[in-house]
C-alpha cells in the first residue's frame, strides 16, 4: 500500500491551492484519510481528517478556509486550501488509517510530503 501525494507550491497570500493524495495497492478498508503538516521547528500537527460516514474534522486554524473531501471509488482525499495565510506554509503530509487485503487490523500509513509556501 502506498500513498501518493501532489499539489503543493507556491502561492501568494489569498490564494488558492488543491493537494491530493491517492492510497494504492491491496486495500480492504479504509478508515480515515486526513493531512497533517509540519513547519521548520514545529511539531507536526493535525489540519484535517476524513472518517467513516464522511465525518470531518478540523484544526482550529483552518476552519472555514479548508475543505476535505474523499472519493471512496478512486480511494483519493482532497484538501482545497483557500485564503491561504503565510503561517499555512509547511509541509503537508497525507495520512490513512486503512486495512489492508490479507490483514485483520487496520494499519497508519504515510504518504510523501508536498510543500506549501505561501509567499507574497
Known amino acids: 500500500v502506498q500513498l501518493q501525494a501532489s499539489g503543493g507550491g507556491l502561492v501568494q497570500p489569498g490564494g488558492s491551492l488543491r493537494l491530493s493524495c491517492t492510497a494504492s495497492?491491496?486495500?480492504?478498508?479504509?478508515?480515515?484519510m486526513g493531512w497533517y503538516r509540519q513547519a521548520p521547528g514545529n511539531q507536526r500537527e493535525l489540519v484535517a481528517r476524513?472518517?467513516?460516514?464522511?465525518?470531518?474534522t478540523y484544526v482550529d486554524s483552518v476552519k472555514g478556509r479548508f475543505t476535505i473531501s474523499r472519493d471512496h471509488a478512486k480511494n483519493m482525499v482532497y484538501l482545497q486550501m483557500n485564503s491561504l495565510k503565510p503561517e499555512d506554509t509547511a509541509v503537508y503530509l497525507c495520512n490513512a488509517n486503512l486495512r489492508p487485503q490479507g490483514y485483520y487490523y487496520p494499519l497508519e500509513f504515510w504518504g510523501q510530503g508536498t510543500l506549501v509556501t505561501v509567499s507574497s
Open positions: 495497492g491491496s486495500i480492504y478498508d479504509i478508515n480515515t
Open positions: 476524513v472518517r467513516s460516514g464522511d465525518i470531518t
